[in-house]
């Protein structure tokens, strides 16, 4: 069983939202086709670590459930909007001695999906 510190487990869910925040603000669009123009919160619902691929240089986290609170707009003005998502891959974390955290390897990879539009 992997232990992380709390400063790990903090660093690990800050880049999983930054993660989904700039997948979200890269021309992203709602289940209607509209865009997302503003991003209010983001929110770790769940995140399981793969024990089995992880060690004490790279953690594997193999499913994260997140909820996304944000703004898309359509031709009437702008409404309000929660996606419920998850990743479609394992999100894959390397020990960088440089800056002694771990930092996501696998990025450009990784796709968040959306299970459901609230």
Do not use: C
């Not at 004490?56 to 909820?67: E, G, P």
């Amino acid at each position: 069983m992997i232990i992380l510190g709390e400063n790990d487990q903090t660093k690990i869910k800050e880049d999983v939202k930054n993660l989904i925040r700039q997948q979200l603000s890269d021309n992203f669009k709602d289940q209607r086709g509209r865009p997302v123009v503003k991003i209010d919160s983001v929110t770790i619902n769940n995140l399981d670590i793969d024990e089995k691929q992880t060690d004490r240089d790279n953690i594997v986290i193999s499913k994260i459930h997140a909820y996304a609170y944000v703004w898309v707009s359509f031709s009437e003005g702008q409404s309000n909007s929660t996606f419920e998502l998850r990743n479609n891959i394992p999100i894959r974390f390397e020990y960088k001695e440089e800056v002694k955290a771990f930092e996501i390897v696998n990025a450009k990879e990784v796709i968040f999906l959306v299970l459901s539009q609230l």
